[in-house]
């Protein structure tokens, strides 16, 4: 069965420094991967999604993830965080019904 | 167009009350799902319907049931609620038919439920 593990329930950065938060999938099948953002008290909503088109996939908010079948991982990043990417995030995975990771919550300090 | 909506955002109910979540989704969608979400635990699948008057079991569907008798309705009944059940339930639909495994979900903003 497929799965998503998220690396990291809680990740801090500095305003203006790197993202990372990661994310490992498990398919027996070629997966579709996706990242999803929720804000407080709102549902998710889509960054950007993997379907084997190409290996680096850009989404909104300037978040790109990379698809890496050697490592099954799928990691999100942005290159300068800012206050307003506070928030939770969600890795999953589809090869039927979608499967979501338990998320990581970005803290941003100033 | 106001996407997905649910009604109601909050409901405290008592151990053994039942009770109907209401999904609505006004972007013509034939799939709709029913999620539960737990501190740590991520979202995890209840139920979900593929098309009008057709439902099928998630990850967790013990004690809900759901009914999809329009294709822009998809409700979710508590027929004995549990305290294990109290949780944020969100609704959410996706795009056109046939299997689309790639298919964004569009999600409502949730459903506050406790159970005393």
């Known amino acids: 069965a497929q799965s998503v593990t998220q690396l990291g329930s809680h990740v801090s950065v500095s305003e203006g420094a790197l993202v990372l938060l990661r994310c490992n999938y498990s398919?027996?099948?070629?997966?579709?991967l996706f990242w999803y953002v929720q804000y407080p008290n709102q549902g998710l909503q889509l960054l950007l999604k993997?379907?084997?088109?190409?290996?680096l996939v850009k989404g909104i908010n300037g978040f790109e993830a990379e698809f890496k079948k050697s490592e099954t991982s799928f990691h999100l990043t942005k290159p300068s965080a800012h206050m307003s990417d506070a928030a939770e995030y969600f890795c999953?995975?589809?090869?039927?019904?979608?499967?979501f990771g338990a998320g990581t919550r970005l803290t941003v300090k100033p | 167009n106001a996407g997905v909506t649910q009604t109601p955002k909050f409901r405290v109910l008592k151990t053994g009350q039942s009770m109907t979540l209401l999904c609505a989704q006004d972007?013509?969608?034939?799939?709709m799902y029913w999620y539960r979400q737990d501190p740590g635990m991520g979202l995890r699948l209840i139920h979900y319907?593929?098309?009008?008057?057709?439902?099928a079991k998630g990850e967790v569907p013990d004690g809900y049931n759901v009914s999809r008798l329009k294709k822009q309705n998809f409700l979710l009944g508590l027929e004995s609620a549990a305290p294990s059940q109290t949780s944020v339930y969100f609704c959410?639909?996706?795009?056109?038919?046939?299997?689309?495994?790639?298919?964004?979900?569009?999600f409502g903003p949730g459903t506050r439920l406790t159970v005393l």
């Open positions: 972007m013509n969608h034939e799939y």
């Open positions: 319907s593929v098309g009008e008057g057709t439902t």
């Open positions: 993997y379907t084997s088109a190409a290996t």
């Open positions: 999953a995975v589809s090869v039927g019904d979608m499967r």
């Open positions: 959410a639909s996706s795009s056109p038919p046939g299997l689309a495994l790639d298919a964004e979900q569009f």
């Open positions: 398919s027996s099948v070629p997966p579709y």
